[in-house]
């Protein structure tokens, strides 16, 4: 399924059409090119996300949207399509869980700061509780993490689409930092070494 295909309302179609976009939105939607099965790309840019911002529906008709988070790899790539996370035990509002469950429609979006890239994604959830999450714990779980599991969403990816770098300010994590310093440390290091040499060197020669 194209991205397009699923957003381009009759309105927003319009919208283009007014704006001068909609021939080139038009080539897009209808070029058959695929938004539906990652590449290797997209793989290894999911696998590496620490989180992402999700919006449900619900039955009120407002969307929600709520940012999930973890260690680095909590967001499970099944295959090519298919997407998986556990829902640890939180503040048990289940907004996001309420809303799937009238609708399972998703909306996803996540960033690489530092590479500033985002890609959006548009899938529908099934949830796995109780004996049915069974077989997927050992898929979802973080071994560092002790907190319960209480279910498991199961996103089957509908479509993608990549968003320009444009206004992604880089953003960098601690850890990110730490390893962007290592070459600035070892190099402080170093010339802190020549630096004591130097003083040793230079007090040598005022006492001789
Ligand atoms: C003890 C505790 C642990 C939490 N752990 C996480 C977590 O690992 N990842 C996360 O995205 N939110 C975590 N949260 C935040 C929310 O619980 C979580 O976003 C919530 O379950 C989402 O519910 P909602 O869809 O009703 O907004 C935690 C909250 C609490 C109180």
């Known amino acids: 399924m194209s991205f397009g295909s699923l957003v381009f309302t009759p309105l927003v179609k319009k919208l283009q059409e007014r704006y001068g976009s909609r021939r080139q939105y038009a080539r897009m939607e209808n070029s058959g090119a695929s938004q539906d099965r990652f590449t290797p790309f997209e793989s290894q840019f999911l696998a590496e996300r620490d989180g992402f911002y999700w919006a449900t529906i619900g039955t009120a008709g407002w969307p929600y949207v709520q940012y999930r988070g973890g260690p680095k790899g909590f967001l499970k790539v099944i295959d090519d399509h298919t997407l998986a996370f556990a829902d640890f035990r939180g503040n048990k509002q289940y907004i996001s869980t309420g809303n799937l469950l009238t609708d399972n429609r998703v909306a996803m979006i996540m960033v690489d700061y530092p590479r500033q890239a985002r890609l959006k994604i548009l899938g529908r959830v099934e949830i796995f509780e109780g004996d049915k999450a069974e077989s997927w714990l050992p898929r979802v779980?973080?071994?560092?993490?002790?907190?319960?599991?209480?279910?498991?969403?199961?996103?089957?990816?509908?479509?993608?689409?990549?968003?320009?770098?444009?206004?992604?300010?880089?953003?960098?994590?601690?850890?990110?930092?730490?390893?962007?310093?290592?070459?600035?440390?070892?190099?402080?290091?170093?010339?802190?070494?020549?630096?004591?040499?130097?003083?040793?060197?230079?007090?040598?020669?005022?006492?001789?």
């Open 141 to 208: 779980r973080m071994p560092e993490e002790k907190t319960v599991i209480e279910r498991v969403f199961v996103i089957h990816v509908e479509a993608y689409d990549w968003n320009c770098p444009q206004h992604i300010t880089p953003r960098y994590t601690a850890e990110e930092i730490r390893e962007g310093m290592q070459a600035v440390e070892k190099r402080m290091q170093a010339l802190e070494q020549e630096n004591k040499a130097l003083r040793k060197e230079l007090e040598q020669f005022h006492a001789s």
